[in-house]
């Protein structure tokens, strides 16, 4: 076969068989402009036909095609089974995911797609014998091939230049699904990163941090517990209005509940350093924040003893100068297996940890929370309540309403977890004054619109990834230490609120007093007394 020819099937299998998602994002986004969608078409294959006919070179064409067909046929089965976009935080959070959090995704659906999509048509590119012209002679004739080609994109976009202007530049995930460069260049974008990462030198903040009258008054160490979730969406909490109550004891306990609370991202590599960097979602940067010292840090400053018990995938940095301790490790624990462990594990330590406590603390838990798609994973069999639920990672083999039920049994037993660290606080209040606050990093789509799970973009992100929950709660020493008026609390239940709060609010908590700190955006300032 000529290389001509092959470069045709390779554009022709990539461009049908591999982006399915993308072409029905595309005809969506085009709506009833027609004559542009198909301009906008033709020019794409022509593209696409163009550079495989560039590196239609001896030694380089077979390994080029190959590796466009393996990023496709893989990256397309994120995006054809749960609409999710392969972007730069995808790239990341696949680099950094444990062994056990990718096992859930390789399941017997995947392999049999990277079967049919990636591995037969390699192998079929292998197998083909392509026959070359002289380098002189194959230079004018691809020459011939890719200059027309050219023309005609040209003269397609041009017909049709305002509606194809207006689909790309007002919906930028369109192209960041296209397989294969939007993969690839998400992959790209993240290896700049870490070049630009390693050399980053970690600027101080907060230096001038002290404690307030008030933490310096009390005669009881000052313990605030942050827990960071993971995936649970503000929608599906009893608290908030969900038709089934997923929060007993949290609501027995009568927390604090802000119930307009979005998220600074759609994905825990954007939104954990978010959250605790200072930064608002506006101004906020991967850059910005591995450059500058967290919250963490700040309160260290201040004299606070801080550290991060982890459950999940890591601190994303947010540790890396305090005491950081990995919880899902411990083989020999009964609620661990397969390199996981249920948010339980962090409760006997906790209940060790406030017996011994001497100086004001801060202990940050970072939840595995809600992480799917092996939802029935998050939760023991006492709190499997809701039924039937999903007991597969393959979501699609699974009824919607067994997705949720799976989905609604973690966050009833994150609701157990939370409750438990606030009755541990509460057990040990004649020696600490304690108080618990809890925000997710992201939410999660469990099938509308044909998305699942998380990581859309954010200006695309429907509600269910960026509406998260807030709750707080707070032991009566605490209250009357920080002259905290929970009651007045409660009257700012439905105020907008954000991971902006979140630094500021903790360093309330702690009465820490720093030029860093924005007393406009502590969500519990207007019902404290400051001092």
């Known amino acids: 076969m000529g290389s001509i020819s092959l470069s045709a099937i390779g554009s022709i299998y990539l461009l049908v068989a591999t982006n399915l998602t993308f072409w029905s994002r595309a005809s969506t986004y085009f709506g009833t402009a027609k004559l542009g969608l198909i ?7 022509l593209l696409v036909f163009v550079v495989l006919t560039a590196v239609s070179v001896k030694y380089l064409f077979k390994p080029v095609l190959i590796f466009f067909i393996v990023v496709s046929g893989v990256c397309s089965y994120f995006a054809d089974t749960f609409g999710v976009i392969v972007d730069k935080e995808m790239v990341e959070s696949a ?5 056990a959090e990718a096992g859930h995704l390789i399941t017997p659906h995947f392999l049999l797609h990277v079967l049919f999509f990636a591995v037969l048509p390699s192998l079929f590119v292998l197998w083909v014998k392509v026959v070359h012209r002289r380098f002189l002679a194959k230079v004018l004739y691809n020459l011939a091939v890719i200059v027309p080609s050219l023309v005609a994109v040209f003269a397609l976009a041009s017909v049709n230049f ?17 397989n294969p460069t939007g993969p690839i ?12 990462d390693a050399n980053i030198v ?17 005669k009881k160490p000052v313990v605030v517990v942050v827990v960071a979730g993971e995936t649970a969406r503000a929608m599906n909490f009893s608290l908030n209005g969900y038709g089934r109550e997923t929060n007993p004891e949290l609501k027995a306990l009568g927390v604090v509940n802000f119930r307009q609370t979005t998220s600074c991202g759609t994905a825990t590599s954007v939104s954990l350093p978010c959250m605790f960097s200072g930064y608002t979602r506006q101004e906020y940067t991967e850059w910005k924040a591995h450059s500058r010292q967290n919250l963490v840090d700040v309160l260290t400053h201040a004299g606070v003893s801080v550290s991060w018990w982890d459950n999940n995938t890591g601190s994303k940095g947010i540790a890396n100068l305090i005491n950081y301790a990995s919880l899902n490790d411990r083989k020999k624990s009964p609620l661990c297996k397969g390199g996981e462990c249920l948010d339980a594990i962090f409760l006997d330590g906790l209940d060790q940890r406030l017996a011994t406590i001497k100086q004001d603390t801060v202990i940050v838990l970072h939840q595995l929370g809600s992480h799917g798609p092996s939802y029935y994973l998050r939760y023991p069999a006492e709190y499997r309540k809701f039924k039937p639920d999903c007991r597969t990672p393959e979501l699609m083999n699974c009824k919607p309403e067994e997705i949720v039920n799976a989905y609604d049994n973690t966050i009833l037993y994150t609701d157990h977890i939370l409750a438990s660290v606030a009755k541990l606080l509460e057990k040990h209040q004649d020696t600490v004054a304690g108080a618990m606050i809890y925000m997710s990093d992201h939410g999660e789509s469990l099938g509308e619109n044909g998305l699942y799970l998380h990581g859309a973009p954010y200006a695309i992100a429907p509600k269910e990834q960026t509406h998260v929950p807030f709750i707080a709660w707070f032991s009566k020493p605490y209250q009357s230490i920080m002259g905290l008026d929970t009651g007045c609390l409660l009257q700012y239940s439905d105020a907008a609120m954000s991971h902006d709060n979140l630094f500021h609010t903790v360093l309330g908590m702690m009465n820490i007093q720093t030029g860093v700190y ?14």
């Open 39 to 45: 301009s906008f078409g033709l020019g794409l294959s």
């Open 95 to 99: 680099v950094v995911t444990t062994t």
């Open 162 to 178: 305002a509606s194809i202007a207006y689909v790309i530049r007002d919906h930028k995930d369109m192209m960041k699904l296209f």
């Open 185 to 196: 260049s998400a992959a790209v974008r993240y290896t700049g990163s870490l070049y630009e």
């Open 202 to 218: 970690v600027a101080p903040f907060g230096m001038d941090a002290h404690a307030g009258d008030r933490l310096a008054a009390s």
């Open 518 to 531: 924005n007393r406009g955006l502590d969500a519990f300032a207007a019902c404290s007394v400051a001092g």
